[in-house]
């Protein structure tokens, strides 16, 4: 295949933070195909990176503007095959929000074509 799974998959970590954090979808957009299919565990598809991107502007807007910081982790890759555990949290108020997940994606040509993703939401120990 020639892809660097490893690298491409850090790469795709840069562009979620990137998308997630600071609403910069640059990244996103050189590395999913404009085609690419997402599927969630509780039966969530998002058709497309358009509707990829506005899932993602959608979940910020219900967010209220809170600042999300992620953790990811890469876990595996293997031929056209990686996946990665991520934490995001969401410091709202009064409560802040963790939400821990999993995903699976595919790539051609180095694009991702598909991904597969579980996530559910964390409790947070509050200081005070």
Same mark, same amino acid.
């Given at each position: 295949?020639?892809?660097? #799974?490893? /690298? ?6 840069? %562009?979620?933070?990137? @998308? ?5 979808? &640059? ?8 085609a690419?299919?997402?599927?969630? #565990?509780? /039966? ?5 990176r358009? %509707?990829?991107?506005? @899932? ?5 807007? &219900? ?15 293997? /031929?056209d ?10 410091h ?19 694009k991702?074509?598909?991904?597969w ?12």
């Amino acid at each position: 295949m020639g892809e660097d #799974i490893e /690298g491409f998959a850090k790469g795709y970590i840069e %562009a979620q933070k990137a @998308a997630w954090e600071k609403k910069d979808f &640059s990244g996103l957009t050189e590395l999913e195909d404009p085609a690419v299919v997402f599927q969630n #565990i509780n /039966g969530t598809i998002f058709d497309g990176r358009d %509707a990829h991107f506005e @899932a993602i502007q959608g979940m910020q807007d &219900s967010f209220n503007g809170a600042r999300i910081t992620q953790d990811w982790r890469y876990l595996l890759g293997s /031929g056209d095959l990686f996946s990665l555990g991520y934490t995001w949290t969401i410091h709202s108020t009064p409560k802040t929000l963790q939400i821990a997940g999993i995903l699976v994606g595919r790539i051609r040509d180095h694009k991702l074509i598909e991904e597969w993703g579980a996530n559910y939401p964390v409790a947070v120990e509050e200081d005070g």
